[in-house]
Nanobody, 121 residues
Framework: VQLQASGGGLVQAGGSLRLSCAAS????????MAWFRQAPGKERELVAA????????YYTASVKGRFTISKDNAKNTVSLQMNSLKPEDTAVYYC???????????????WGQGTLVTVSS
């Protein structure tokens, strides 16, 4: 499975960005896709996740109400709409995929290459 993330960039605090992740090369059913982030000097964090065939979603507390994960099953893509961005959202964002539960875990199987989001104050 190949995951290609895009959409990162530099934005001012309060602004918005939309990240996208395209999946290809699957030979199995997908259970969930997720977005993680890793800021300099910090551990990787699960930001948002969504099951592929149901409507179950997860958001880490710091992004609830600001970020929205969505998926396009027909196009095999998952997106992360990020609004009201804060400097503390600055990180490399990774999309990831796994073929079975649980949804909320750091142990996703397949990873994209990461895209940098920088939020200036």
């Amino acid at each position: 499975v190949q995951l290609q993330a895009s959409g990162g960039g530099l934005v001012q605090a309060g602004g918005s960005l939309r990240l996208s992740c395209a999946a290809s090369g699957r030979t199995f059913s997908t259970y969930a896709m997720a977005w993680f982030r890793q800021a300099p000097g910090k551990e990787r964090e699960l930001v948002a996740a969504a099951t592929w065939s149901t409507t179950l979603t997860y958001y880490t507390a710091s992004v609830k109400g600001r970020f929205t994960i969505s998926k396009d099953n027909a196009k095999n893509t998952v997106s992360l709409q990020m609004n009201s961005l804060k400097p503390e959202d600055t990180a490399v964002y990774y999309c990831a995929e796994r073929s079975g539960p649980p949804l909320v875990t750091l142990r996703y199987t397949y990873w994209g290459q990461g895209t940098l989001v920088t939020v200036s104050s």
